[in-house]
């Protein structure tokens, strides 16, 4: 299924500093990337570097002068996917066998703080037969139990304001998940994702768990 | 029936200071203080004072010199109580008609921080009909939800940390009480009291509900 | 030195609730209310109670159903004022002696966690020779610390987070002032002004330490 | 100079679980592994792997049965040092044109709030003229202002706690001090070293600035 997908972002500059800007479509085993155009005006020097997977694309601006630009992109992407078989899902890899990179994202972070909620995920998600079944029941939790009401969030929100509060935007709920998952062990990222039919069209907050990818939205979506 | 309470206290005292404390049985219509004794060893300087209910009785020391000292009280109580009507509970006085002295313990405070919590306290336990059932359901909910693990908080645990880390004890448990009853509109506070039978004997925190008085630990028992 | 001070409010109520007001002019040695006149429109029923000092009034509207109304309220006083001594400052009351209703203002509250910040308080503040002096370094502190910035803060930024990002408004200064002197066992409350050629006109924020009432903004302004 | 290093560890397993160690000796430009040797006891299967730097070691244990196990490491590593010339200090590498693994040690992370600090660190730092010189002052504020109390801070204290509470153990000025670098745009990471004449003997944190490699408490010792 092809998928255009644009972003059109215009910046006024007070004085030097520089960007890192995370907007290119991933190219993975499920999503090739056909095409992509990148312009900006005036022209800007920059670079495009990859993250530990080598994977995302993050692409870097060093602006020395005050100044007005624009930046527009836009790509065509082919997604495929697979569905996967519930009764066959649990051939999943053990924390043991991870990949040591993957192993990093059972970490705490700075939104999405683990170690607080271990006893409450444990209780709540820890009795699913299997990983799958966890990370889905942890995503109709947050579904069931956290309001979603624009603005009421901000910059400094985590998953512990969020599972105290019940209230936030798409960001709060992805960092609750990825926080609720690797409470259980469950390496969890999140991603950013140009969202289909989302209106008014904005990049939109998602995780996902490792081996499995279940984005939040598209499980509250269907 | 009656009750004997007792409590010995000892302090080794490094420089000037001040102690206030809170060990005198309370007065009320259903606890009759039959006979108090206090010895101070040696005989310190103190006054007796109440709060602002004009019954919590606190008692002050100032010590001027660096000293060791020992305390003691005892008391004979006598306590009557009335079985609530759970048919006829709601005739319960609403927040207007509360004493302003009363209101006062609807505000969010140091551990308990009921305005954090409103949409979480609605949502669980905003459903039942009446002020005995909420409050009823709050401690059944923080018994099945809250494990008790002797040492795991401190002196800075408030009802957030609680509510988020499952863990604590009485004093955490009634923190939480308060929080999620004045988060509903619930007047509620702290108290200490003789608790009758535990093992080893120790001062034991508990919350109520204003108007119906209902210990957490009462209805734990139970 | 008289003072006329106004305050109207008006409010579109969409189902029954309770409303308590604090904007009655206070009674004190100090400052006597001359006249002081409120109406309500339409006509509301509401009490008028006064806080555990017997002072501070708080006025309760019971409002049955959807409405809109307003309020005004206008009050003469007379202000008088005493310049401290600062060479005579310290003939001041040592904690053992306040009174139990003063005693309460030690305590660390929900936007004043004084528990916190002990040893920042005692390190920076707890050299000055006198409780006056004290308080006027935390005040010049906060001054010197924190950015006043409109909008930066909201309803649940407390003392900890104003220490932290060293920003807020009056009302944060206000906290983390009383946070600071709370740590070093001076009593400190909170109070709303009618604040003098503010403009725009608005409540203003400020603190007092018992004893010697010293606004924040009397000295920032001066 | 030659060091001599060793730690020896032993456990109790109760049930299935992964260990991750981290406590190889690394190998970099200014420190040299001339011999290293570990034994488990009894022997079990582990491999080792490098983090996102390919150089910090990391092994897993898996363990399946409930078990006692020991572990001992030893290394003889050869540390080459480079004295900074101060007055040479600055042809430093700007943000723009850091390396992109560097440059994810400008994020906030779980210990270290950085985001929150901005204000403050740019208040106390800022004014330095270079990188040097502010990590220098950062080290130099964390010494002067953070009381070292053994015992004081846990697995969950973090940075913004440290700068309220102003007392901790080394993990929690690394921590501190890497909040104050990031807010001002300079990467920084916590490592742990075996700390030479420690006495008891332990590991020991420390926190590094990227392209200076300031220790924390070298400057402390020192």
Chains 1, 2, 3, 4 share one sequence.
């Not at 409470?183 to 969202?195: C, D, K, N, Q, V």
């Not at 990049?203 to 939205?217: P, T, V």
Request: charge should be negative; aromatic fraction near 14%; charged fraction near 20%.
């Amino acid at each position: 299924m092809k998928f255009n997908v644009k972003s059109s972002l215009s910046y006024n500059v007070n004085g030097p500093t520089t960007f890192i800007f995370n907007i290119h479509a991933l190219n993975t085993s499920s999503q090739t990337v056909l095409e992509e155009n990148l312009t900006i005006d005036p022209a800007i020097n920059h670079d495009v570097f990859t993250a530990h997977d080598g994977r995302s694309k993050f692409m870097r601006l060093k602006i020395q002068e005050p100044c007005n630009f624009s930046m527009s992109y836009s790509a065509i992407v082919d997604m495929s996917y697979k569905i996967i078989d519930e009764n066959n899902s649990e051939n999943l890899v053990s924390v043991v066998e991870l990949d040591s990179y993957i192993a990093s994202f059972l970490y705490p972070s700075r939104y999405c703080q683990s170690d607080k909620l271990m006893k409450f995920s444990f209780k709540e998600f820890g009795h699913y037969a299997t990983v799958y079944d966890k990370v889905l029941a942890i995503t109709e939790w947050i579904y069931n139990n956290i309001e979603y009401t624009s603005g009421s969030t901000d910059s400094q929100t985590s998953a512990i304001d969020t599972i105290t509060e019940r209230v936030g935007v798409c960001r709060d709920f992805a960092h609750l998940g990825i926080a609720l998952c690797r409470a259980l062990s469950i390496p969890a990222r999140y991603f950013t994702g140009y969202a289909y039919q989302l209106n008014p069209p904005d990049f939109h907050a998602c995780f996902e768990a490792i081996s499995m990818a279940i984005g939040l939205y598209l499980i509250r979506l269907n």
